[in-house]
C-alpha cells in the first residue's frame, strides 16, 4: 500500500476506497437476489415434475425451463460467491487505510489547526461520507 502523508490525499483516498466498497456491496446484493429469485423459480418450474413423480434427473435434462434455471443458478451463485470475496477485500483494503488514518490522524493534521477545526473534519467525513475516524471499531 502506498504511502499518503497528507490529510487532503488520507481523506480523498478514504472516500474512494469508501466509494468503491459500497458499489461492491450493491452488486453483491443484486448478485443475491437475483440467486433468490432464480432458485424461487427454478423450484416453481420443478414442482411441477415432482408431483407427477418424475423425479429422475432425465426428466430434468428433458425439460427445458428448469435445466435452463438450474444452470443459471449455478452461474449466479458462483458470481455471488466471487463477488462477495471482492467485497470482503474490498472492506478489508478499506478498514486498513481507515486505521491507518486514526492512528496518523494527529502526525499528519496540520498544527496551525485548533481542536475545534479538527472535530469539524471529523464530523464532516462522519456525516457527509459516513467515515467514523474517531476510534477503531
Known amino acids: 500500500m502506498q504511502q499518503v502523508d497528507t490529510v487532503g490525499h488520507m481523506t480523498q ?3 474512494n476506497r469508501k466509494r468503491i466498497l459500497e458499489r461492491f ?3 453483491s ?6 440467486t433468490l ?5 427454478f423450484g416453481i418450474s420443478i414442482s411441477p415434475l415432482i408431483q ?9 435434462l428433458i425439460t427445458p425451463v428448469p435445466l435452463m434455471l438450474l444452470v443459471c443458478l449455478i452461474v449466479l451463485i458462483g458470481q455471488m460467491l466471487n463477488c462477495k470475496k471482492k467485497t470482503d477485500k474490498k472492506e ?3 478498514e486498513t487505510l481507515r486505521q491507518e488514518c486514526i492512528d496518523r490522524l494527529d502526525e499528519i493534521m496540520p498544527d496551525h489547526l485548533s481542536h475545534r477545526e479538527k472535530e469539524a473534519y471529523l464530523n464532516e467525513m462522519e456525516q457527509q461520507f459516513s467515515i467514523n475516524l474517531y476510534f477503531r471499531s
Do not use: I, N, P, W
Open 13 to 15: 483516498e478514504l472516500v
Open 29 to 34: 446484493k443484486r448478485y443475491a437476489g437475483a
Open 37 to 41: 429469485c432464480t432458485s424461487l423459480f
Open 92 to 94: 478489508s483494503e478499506f
Open 25 to 27: 456491496e450493491k452488486k
Open 52 to 60: 407427477t413423480g418424475a423425479s429422475s434427473f432425465s426428466t430434468l
